[in-house]
């Protein structure tokens, strides 16, 4: 009884250490101070001025951007990464090995040394650096993982299906389409989400591949917002509202997971 | 013709192709250039000189040496204050234990850069100069979650009859858990300390706001050779980096990219 009570403040300690500065967002998304830490009274002025345009224009941009950036990466990741695990799965076991060791590169590289990799070769080829230069790095860093979270769906799947499929006379596109996709696409759809999620806080590589033309997204905005010495304040509602979100959505998966397994 | 390319694209080890292309386009060729650049000169001709800037260059050196006990100061504490945290996790009913690792990886979803902002104002708040204690915590706190998950995974998945067997061999809570528990979680504490060790090594942001730009890391060094236009030198001091994520991989061996798979954190 004493450990069960022991264990649970632990872990009660730990969550409300991790929470507190996500707390003190949303907390002070409540006033209008400019400066983060000072309480001028409730207000719920900066919610009202996201949605009434009375936001910095630079702001919504940059939130669009990374929107757009994350989708595009995100679907072409999805793609070209249910393709290849397609392909590694079907290769002679030493090259799905090789093929395997190569994926996980980008995974074990940090941010700088991929973001710094990728500087390189869009300079030394000459491409000018914009959104089609963050969009392709952005795929870099998230196929391998939309392959890590097809693969096991592949080997799990009963490989005679597809034969079958062909048997009884499909073509190997319809027996794809019909057969194989619908297998894979709990794996394709977590490996979608985590590539989003990747591409919307990624911080560093973007930095290095977005150029100096005037183009943001958030993690490059609020960076050069903090080494002005402040965040706009309008970020603070703007976080707190996507933390909630994020939690319902978070919430309600699991509960329909939960259900499901009843 | 049109046969030929439809039996192509029919078999499905070919699909590999267009990923083996981009890979070899976006991967392995900007790692060449970094050990191009490393040793090339503005120029372009081949010299050893970055690499031996490195050497002898004191500020770099320190700040690398700095770095690395940075890192493992806040991979050891990581995993002291994690690994509890996904035990405990790991002996609780699954749903429940399912909802509260949601509620770990959540903050994850919060920019890391206002979190960081958040951690500094909370340290304001209570009056704890920034400095290196601020970035150590600073530096925890972002990334607990990347080490309690993968551990917690390992532990839940721990083959529950090995641990019968030990007891039925009559070893007591403390043996079980060293000698039969412990053991089995390495792969997941290896894959922390992957997602951990390297990654603090190379940040850059959030050193810079948790000393309000007193101290450097590694990240910070690279970023501002690159900045300012020094390329050959940052490309020697990113080899370095690779130098050691590639003893990492080898000392793991197949571990890692086991490591990488665990690390998966949806």
């Known amino acids: 009884m004493i450990k069960r009570i022991l264990s649970s403040s632990y872990l009660g300690i730990l969550l409300v250490m991790l929470y507190a500065p996500i707390l003190i967002i949303i907390i002070f998304s409540f006033t209008e101070a400019k400066v983060l830490g000072n309480w001028t009274g409730f207000s719920l002025k900066l919610y009202s001025s996201i949605f009434h345009g009375g936001i910095h224009h630079s702001l919504t941009s940059a939130l669009w951007n990374t929107l757009i950036i994350g989708l595009i990466a995100a679907a072409a990741s999805t793609v070209l990464g249910t393709m290849a695990a397609i392909g590694i799965y079907n290769l002679m076991p030493r090259a799905q090995k090789a093929m395997q060791m190569v994926n996980t590169i980008p995974i074990l590289n940090p941010d700088i040394i991929t973001a710094i990799s990728l500087f390189l070769l869009f300079v030394s080829l000459g491409i000018s650096q914009g959104y089609t230069t963050v969009i392709l790095a952005h795929i870099t860093f998230c196929t391998p993982y939309v392959v890590l979270s097809v693969l096991p769906r592949l080997r799990r799947m009963n490989p005679n299906l597809y034969e079958a499929a062909l048997d009884l006379g499909a073509t190997p596109f319809r027996a794809v389409w019909r057969i194989l996709l619908p297998e894979l696409k709990p794996g394709m759809i977590s490996g979608f989400i985590l590539a989003f999620t990747l591409s919307i806080d990624d911080f560093v590589v973007t930095l290095f591949t977005i150029g100096n033309e005037g183009l943001e997204t958030l993690s490059t905005y609020i960076y050069a917002d903090a080494r002005r010495g402040g965040l706009t304040p309008e970020l603070r509602p703007l976080s707190a509202i996507i933390f909630i979100a994020v939690l319902l959505l978070l919430l309600i998966i699991n509960q329909r997971a939960a259900k499901k397994k009843l | ?266």
């Open chain 2, 1 to 266: 013709m049109q046969r030929k390319v439809l039996s192509f694209l029919g078999r499905r080890r070919n699909w590999t192709i267009p990923y083996v292309l981009f890979l070899a386009f976006f991967v392995l060729m900007p790692l060449a250039l970094i050990v191009f650049y490393a040793f090339t000169n503005a120029d372009g001709a081949f010299t050893f000189a970055n690499i031996q800037k490195f050497w002898v260059h004191p500020e770099a050196m320190q700040t690398f040496l700095y770095s690395v006990v940075v890192a493992l100061i806040t991979t050891v504490i990581c995993i002291l204050i994690g690994y509890p945290a996904a035990y405990i996790l790991s002996k609780m009913e699954p749903r429940k234990a399912k909802l509260l690792v949601i509620l770990f990886i959540l903050p994850m979803w919060i920019n890391f850069l206002i979190r960081t902002l958040a951690t500094v104002a909370l340290f304001d708040f209570f009056k704890i100069p920034l400095g290196e204690g601020a970035l150590i915590f600073g530096m925890v706190y972002n990334f607990l979650p990347f080490i309690i998950y993968p551990i917690y995974n390992i532990l839940q998945k721990t083959d529950q009859n090995l641990i019968e067997a030990a007891q039925d061999l009559g070893a007591n809570p403390r043996q079980v858990f060293i000698k039969t528990i412990f053991p089995l979680s390495i792969p997941g504490i290896t894959s922390g300390v992957i997602m951990v060790f390297m990654p603090v090594i190379s940040t850059f942001a959030i050193a810079e706001l948790l000393t309000i730009n007193n101290i450097k890391l590694f990240g910070t060094t690279l970023q501002e050779n690159i900045y300012n236009g020094t390329w050959n030198y940052g490309a020697a001091l990113s080899l370095v980096m690779l130098f050691f994520i590639g003893i990492t991989v080898l000392f793991n061996g197949e571990g890692s990219s086991k490591a990488a798979e665990e690390g998966n954190l949806i």
